[in-house]
């Protein structure tokens, strides 16, 4: 197999087809994106394929999750073809063109095993870990319980983006802080998202999510200066009173390893781990 010469080249639109038909017949494909999601990708020429030709050997996609750190989006390697070697082949590309778009950093959220050590052996190291916490909806109301006095639970206003991106980043510790633009993304698709409001200033917020039956807390956030006052339990409370409301039966979310604090609160609230901790695999970039 090394004596066939491989070409890796930026994907084209002509290749979307050819990618997604990859997984049908690949053991070793990630594909963490949607058919649109892989179109902007390849548009941002964040999208590689190893190509002899007639035959596709692989692909691997990037794209962008904040300034200067790209997501691991997608990979892909023909059956017989050495994981290292593969790697090496696409990767190399991928990391030069991040560098010219001032990326810094690449992630990858390790959900499929066979990847992680791997990419470890490509440079990659292990910086966090991502833990899924579940519930069943209260079957009472919880918010009576947790609402606070001083505190006002109120619909998110379009002029307080800005305010609500640098709570954002107070409370999140890099690289788990939204930009601008993520924020406005979920304020458009979330089912519920509410702010506090606490001494005229935002102090907290929280996104909601529903899928059915189940509902999932996307974001739940308090800043630093207003931490253990009880806003956190308010917005959690709320936020299961909503889903109990609209009919979920369960609601999840995630949390970061080292995010103890976070993990506190939601044992407290009866959320219990579920399924295996997901390693957050981390490699920084540098110009060659």
């Given at each position: 197999m090394h004596d066939i010469q491989i070409v890796v080249?930026?994907?084209?639109?002509?290749?979307?087809?050819?990618?997604?038909?990859?997984?049908?017949?690949?053991?070793?494909v990630v594909m963490h994106?949607?058919?649109?999601d892989l179109r902007q990708?390849?548009?941002?020429?964040?999208?590689?394929?190893?190509?002899?030709?007639?035959?596709?050997?692989g692909f691997v996609c990037a794209s962008s999750y904040q300034p200067g750190l790209s997501m691991l989006r997608g990979l892909g390697l023909i059956n017989g073809w050495r994981i290292d070697d593969g790697l090496s082949y696409l990767l190399r590309p991928l990391e030069a063109a991040l560098v010219e778009e001032e990326k810094r950093h690449l992630m990858h959220l390790a959900t499929d095993v066979w990847l992680?050590?791997?990419l470890m052996r490509q440079g990659f190291t292990p910086h966090d870990y991502i833990i899924h916490f579940e519930r069943a909806t209260p079957p009472q109301p919880l918010t009576p319980r947790y609402r606070l006095e001083d505190v006002t639970l109120r619909p998110m206003r379009p002029h307080?983006?800005?305010?609500?991106?640098r709570l954002d980043h107070q409370a999140?510790?890099?690289?788990?802080?939204?930009?601008?633009?993520?924020?406005?993304?979920w304020i458009m698709l979330a089912d519920r998202f509410v702010v506090l409001e606490h001494q005229d200033c935002l102090a907290g917020y929280a996104c909601t999510q529903l899928h059915g039956e189940q509902a999932q807390i996307v974001r739940l956030a308090v800043a630093p200066p207003w931490q253990n006052?009880?806003?956190?339990?308010?917005?959690?409370?709320?936020?299961?009173?909503?889903a109990a409301q609209r009919g979920a039966r369960y609601v999840t979310l995630n949390t970061q390893w080292r995010n103890t604090s976070s993990q506190r609160l939601y044992k407290g609230f009866g959320f219990r781990a579920v399924g295996r901790r997901i390693p957050v695999l981390l490699k920084a970039l540098f110009r060659s």
């Amino acid at each position: 197999m090394h004596d066939i010469q491989i070409v890796v080249r930026p994907a084209q639109l002509a290749d979307l087809e050819r990618i997604y038909q990859f997984r049908e017949h690949a053991r070793r494909v990630v594909m963490h994106f949607g058919f649109e999601d892989l179109r902007q990708m390849v548009r941002a020429h964040t999208c590689f394929v190893a190509d002899t030709g007639p035959l596709l050997w692989g692909f691997v996609c990037a794209s962008s999750y904040q300034p200067g750190l790209s997501m691991l989006r997608g990979l892909g390697l023909i059956n017989g073809w050495r994981i290292d070697d593969g790697l090496s082949y696409l990767l190399r590309p991928l990391e030069a063109a991040l560098v010219e778009e001032e990326k810094r950093h690449l992630m990858h959220l390790a959900t499929d095993v066979w990847l992680a050590a791997p990419l470890m052996r490509q440079g990659f190291t292990p910086h966090d870990y991502i833990i899924h916490f579940e519930r069943a909806t209260p079957p009472q109301p919880l918010t009576p319980r947790y609402r606070l006095e001083d505190v006002t639970l109120r619909p998110m206003r379009p002029h307080e983006i800005q305010d609500l991106t640098r709570l954002d980043h107070q409370a999140f510790e890099w690289p788990w802080q939204f930009s601008s633009g993520e924020l406005v993304k979920w304020i458009m698709l979330a089912d519920r998202f509410v702010v506090l409001e606490h001494q005229d200033c935002l102090a907290g917020y929280a996104c909601t999510q529903l899928h059915g039956e189940q509902a999932q807390i996307v974001r739940l956030a308090v800043a630093p200066p207003w931490q253990n006052r009880g806003l956190g339990r308010y917005l959690l409370a709320d936020a299961l009173d909503f889903a109990a409301q609209r009919g979920a039966r369960y609601v999840t979310l995630n949390t970061q390893w080292r995010n103890t604090s976070s993990q506190r609160l939601y044992k407290g609230f009866g959320f219990r781990a579920v399924g295996r901790r997901i390693p957050v695999l981390l490699k920084a970039l540098f110009r060659s």
